[in-house]
């Protein structure tokens, strides 16, 4: 008998398809050993020596292998191939006394049954650098949260906890609620033309006015608008030069973790979380009919672009059975990473047969599961499709001494926008000639006000992580799921992470105290030092010494220096104490502001304060939009329906979600025309 153990039950589930009845695939659950959760477990004084038990969890998973392993000829351990795999498989092996020199261990980007018996074919040991690199993460995370959150009990709240990549994560949340806060709003105004050419109408916008090129905020007020419009009025418009520009777009890179969990996150409203979690169900395994269960993608954590020779000839050879010869790049396309530590060894996510296409397999998914599958089969396969080819053109118009600017854009061949249709919109206007005179239809003028930078997306905030060289792969979802699950942030009307009270509260504490912890170079350069032990540059346990001994004795003095009063001020106010008739006064607590009684520890009357998310204004050109509907009722529920931004731009959506999933489309005014003038 041959004992193959892999980490979950679905992926044993798959891969038991592709192998004889006498191979028996077992799953271990996840990690069979960690840390204990009662104590430190870490021997600080012998060179950080990790001591490992088995969770209580893991127990009766733990006794069925030892059970097997008795029984078998031959153990396989085939975890996941990055450093958390490699790491399971180490556990595994100790745990079931395995020999520490035998290759059986197997690796595969994908889940079918080519890739599986390919693997059996190569086993090879485990890797003590990845396993070393892991461990090594484990315990510089274990040391700093089971130093500094009993810091942040004693200082700040009780059951606060602190992370070393966390802190940094919630550091950009609120930098950026500090930009909102501080941002001062500034009213300018636009000039339109609107313009009629042989019967045709079009619009320009003015962009020079008495000699002068006018940047956003040349026209600060109505009045100033109005003048420059009544001089307008009476203006004979010309066509003053025509811009032609022929664009070549090139299809964007395959996805790695980082892109597809902000695409994901643009597109199809997931969270980071979300994405990751449908992404590992397509990669473990689909069934897709009584005798077929295979992984539909690739390894969903990754930071490579590369793709197999194998699957660029599938994806061309799709392209031109779908799409036509002329839709297939001219040569296989291959992708340079800008991230010199990607690992190059790995792919990029994929589908595992580009002839599944995502109609094909719909029916065996989930409506989330086949919308994250259609994006990544459209984005893999685009990779391979020939540019797209669009004219853009530029005309200026002549009005006296003013200038006009109108630009447009047609699509003259679609190439990979017919597989991947990024939001590329066609602006056609009319066919114009030098010198040639126009018809002034109307002039408007528009108010704006300049806007405050967003909150981060999940989107937003993974591609910080990502420039900041904060966290890897395999870390940004549970980072951004970690520190919503403190009570760090919380997430505003439109989903965008907003820091809580507690949470700027905890970071202004460590930006001022321990500065390094949230120091965006710091940070990223203890991720590179990993990176150094999984190649095998350094020992791990020395990059565990430089960071944590200094670490230790800073905290040490800040025990001592700092007092609670210090980190947290009571905020006065003219409430009083329906108890004992002293004056309330606003602490902060783990979940936030709240009102205690002044007398404490005498009385020990307190109220909460409910602390809503501050709401964020929509995106200017959808401001329109928020009084046009601002009396807009359900029709399924009756609450309130609030404007969401989507993939396809602007749409209702019940604000009873996730009660009532009501959502109502939100037309532009060519949608509007459109749909009005169909038969």
Same mark, same amino acid.
């Given at each position: 008998?041959?004992?193959?153990?892999?980490?979950?039950?679905?992926?044993?589930?798959?891969?038991?398809?592709?192998?004889?009845?006498?191979?028996?695939?077992?799953?271990?659950?996840?990690?069979?050993?960690?840390?204990?959760?009662?104590?430190?477990?870490?021997?600080?004084?012998?060179?950080?020596?990790?001591?490992?038990?088995?969770?209580?969890?893991?127990?009766?998973?733990?006794?069925?292998?030892?059970?097997?392993?008795?029984?078998?000829?031959?153990?396989?351990?085939?975890?996941?191939?990055?450093?958390?795999?490699?790491?399971?498989?180490?556990?595994?092996?100790?745990?079931?006394?395995?020999?520490?020199?035998?290759?059986?261990?197997?690796?595969?980007?994908?889940?079918?049954?080519?890739?599986?018996?390919?693997?059996?074919?190569?086993?090879?040991?485990?890797?003590?650098?990845?396993?070393?690199?892991?461990?090594?993460?484990?315990?510089?995370?274990?040391?700093?949260?089971?130093?500094?959150?009993?810091?942040?009990?004693?200082?700040?709240?009780?059951?606060?906890?602190?992370?070393?990549?966390?802190?940094?994560?919630?550091?950009?949340?609120?930098?950026?609620?500090?930009?909102?806060?501080?941002?001062?709003?500034?009213?300018?105004?636009?000039?339109?033309?609107?313009?009629?050419?042989?019967?045709?109408?079009?619009?320009?916008?003015?962009?020079?006015?008495?000699?002068?090129?006018?940047?956003?905020?040349? &026209?600060?007020?109505? !009045?100033? #608008? @109005?003048?420059?419009? =009544?001089?307008?009025?009476?203006? %004979?418009? $010309?066509?003053?030069?025509?811009?032609?520009?022929?664009?070549?777009?090139?299809?964007?890179?395959?996805?790695?973790?980082?892109?597809?969990?902000?695409?994901?996150?643009?597109?199809?409203?997931?969270?980071?979380?979300?994405?990751?979690?449908?992404?590992?169900?397509?990669?473990?395994?689909?069934?897709?009919?009584?005798?077929?269960?295979?992984?539909?993608?690739?390894?969903?954590?990754?930071?490579?672009?590369?793709?197999?020779?194998?699957?660029?000839?599938?994806?061309?050879?799709?392209?031109?059975?779908?799409?036509?010869?002329?839709?297939?790049?001219?040569?296989?396309?291959?992708? &340079?990473?800008?991230? !010199?530590? #990607? @690992?190059?060894?790995? =792919?990029?996510?994929?589908?595992? %047969?580009? $002839?599944?296409?995502?109609?094909?397999?719909?029916?065996?998914?989930?409506?989330?599961?086949?919308?994250?599958?259609?994006?990544?089969?459209?984005?893999?396969?685009?990779?391979?499709?020939?540019?797209?080819?669009?004219?853009?053109?530029?005309?200026?118009?002549?009005?006296?001494?003013?200038?006009?600017?109108?630009?447009?854009?047609?699509?003259?061949?679609?190439?990979?926008?017919?597989?991947?249709?990024?939001?590329?919109?066609?602006?056609?206007?009319?066919?114009?000639?030098?010198?040639?005179?126009?018809?002034?239809?109307?002039?408007?003028?528009?108010?704006?006000?300049?806007?405050?930078?967003?909150?981060?997306?999940? #989107?937003?905030?993974?591609?910080?992580?990502?420039?900041?060289?904060?966290?890897?792969?395999?870390?940004?979802?549970?980072?951004?799921?970690?520190?919503?699950?403190?009570?760090?942030?919380?997430?505003?009307?439109?989903?965008?992470?907003?820091?809580?009270?507690?949470?700027?509260?905890?970071?202004?504490?460590?930006?001022?105290?321990?500065?390094?912890?949230?120091?965006?170079?710091?940070?990223?350069?203890?991720?590179?030092?990993?990176?150094?032990?999984?190649?095998?540059?350094?020992?791990?346990?020395?990059?565990?010494?430089?960071?944590?001994?200094?670490?230790?004795?800073?905290?040490?003095?800040?025990?001592?220096?700092?007092?609670?009063?210090?980190?947290?001020?009571?905020?006065?106010?003219?409430?009083?104490?329906?108890?004992?008739?002293?004056?309330?006064?606003?602490?902060?607590?783990?979940?936030?502001?709240?009102?205690?009684?002044?007398?404490?520890?005498?009385?020990?009357?307190?109220?909460?304060?409910?602390?809503?998310?501050?709401?964020?204004?929509?995106?200017?050109?959808?401001?329109?939009?928020?009084?046009?509907?601002?009396?807009?009722?359900?029709?399924?529920?009756?609450?309130?329906?609030?404007?969401?931004?989507?993939?396809?731009?602007?749409?209702?959506?019940?604000?009873?979600?996730?009660?009532?999933?009501?959502?109502?489309?939100?037309?532009?005014?060519?949608?509007?025309?459109?749909?009005?003038?169909?038969?």
């Amino acid at each position: 008998m041959r004992l193959i153990i892999v980490e979950s039950p679905t992926k044993a589930k798959t891969i038991s398809h592709f192998l004889a009845k006498t191979d028996i695939v077992e799953s271990s659950f996840g990690h069979v050993r960690d840390l204990p959760t009662k104590k430190l477990g870490v021997d600080i004084n012998n060179n950080f020596e990790p001591e490992y038990e088995v969770p209580a969890k893991a127990k009766k998973v733990a006794a069925k292998l030892k059970s097997l392993v008795k029984k078998a000829d031959e153990v396989i351990l085939a975890t996941d191939e990055d450093r958390e795999g490699e790491a399971i498989a180490w556990h595994l092996q100790q745990l079931l006394k395995l020999p520490a020199k035998q290759k059986n261990r197997i690796v595969f980007h994908e889940i079918t049954e080519s890739a599986i018996k390919n693997a059996l074919k190569t086993p090879r040991e485990l890797d003590y650098n990845l396993i070393n690199a892991q461990q090594a993460r484990r315990i510089l995370d274990r040391l700093v949260g089971y130093e500094l959150s009993p810091f942040l009990w004693k200082k700040v709240a009780k059951n606060l906890s602190a992370g070393r990549v966390q802190s940094a994560a919630v550091r950009l949340i609120v930098e950026r609620e500090r930009e909102i806060e501080a941002f001062i709003k500034q009213e300018y105004w636009t000039i339109s033309a609107h313009l009629q050419a042989h019967k045709e109408k079009f619009t320009a916008q003015l962009v020079k006015w008495q000699g002068k090129t006018l940047d956003k905020l040349a &026209i600060t007020n109505q !009045k100033e #608008a @109005q003048k420059i419009k =009544e001089q307008l009025l009476e203006a %004979n418009y $010309n066509v003053q030069k025509i811009t032609r520009e022929k664009i070549i777009k090139i299809p964007p890179a395959p996805f790695t973790t980082s892109t597809l969990q902000q695409v994901a996150n643009r597109w199809l409203g997931f969270s980071a979380k979300q994405t990751m979690v449908l992404a590992q169900q397509l990669y473990e395994g689909i069934n897709l009919g009584p005798e077929e269960q295979v992984g539909l993608i690739t390894y969903m954590r990754t930071d490579a672009l590369d793709l197999s020779n194998e699957f660029i000839h599938q994806a061309r050879a799709v392209i031109q059975n779908n799409f036509g010869s002329q839709f297939i790049a001219k040569t296989p396309r291959k992708f &340079i990473n800008k991230n !010199k530590r #990607a @690992q190059e060894a790995h =792919e990029a996510i994929r589908p595992t %047969n580009p $002839n599944r296409t995502p109609e094909s397999v719909k029916k065996y998914l989930d409506p989330r599961q086949f919308r994250l599958y259609e994006l990544i089969w459209q984005r893999a396969l685009a990779s391979q499709a020939a540019e797209a080819q669009i004219d853009h053109l530029s005309i200026n118009i002549e009005a006296d001494s003013a200038m006009f600017l109108a630009t447009g854009q047609t699509i003259t061949f679609p190439g990979y926008l017919s597989i991947y249709p990024e939001q590329t919109q066609e602006k056609i206007l009319p066919h114009l000639t030098d010198k040639e005179p126009l018809k002034l239809l109307e002039l408007t003028t528009d108010q704006h006000f300049t806007q405050p930078p967003a909150r981060y997306s999940d #989107a937003g905030l993974v591609k910080q992580l990502e420039k900041y060289g904060i966290g890897r792969p395999s870390t940004y979802a549970p980072i951004i799921a970690t520190i919503e699950k403190r009570g760090y942030v919380i997430r505003d009307n439109y989903k965008r992470l907003e820091p809580t009270a507690i949470g700027k509260i905890v970071n202004d504490l460590l930006v001022k105290h321990f500065p390094n912890i949230v120091d965006y170079q710091f940070t990223a350069s203890i991720e590179n030092s990993l990176d150094d032990i999984a190649r095998g540059e350094v020992a791990w346990s020395k990059i565990i010494a430089d960071f944590y001994w200094p670490f230790h004795q800073h905290l040490e003095e800040k025990s001592q220096e700092l007092s609670k009063k210090d980190i947290m001020p009571e905020t006065p106010t003219n409430e009083v104490c329906d108890k004992c008739g002293a004056k309330m006064v606003i602490k902060i607590g783990r979940y936030g502001p709240f009102l205690a009684c002044s007398a404490f520890p005498k009385c020990r009357n307190i109220k909460s304060m409910k602390s809503k998310s501050t709401p964020q204004e929509l995106p200017e050109k959808y401001q329109h939009l928020a009084k046009k509907y601002a009396n807009e009722v359900c029709d399924k529920c009756g609450a309130k329906m609030v404007i969401k931004i989507g993939r396809y731009g602007p749409f209702l959506a019940c604000s009873a979600f996730p009660k009532c999933r009501n959502i109502k489309k939100i037309y532009t005014k060519k949608q509007q025309s459109t749909k009005t003038n169909k038969p």
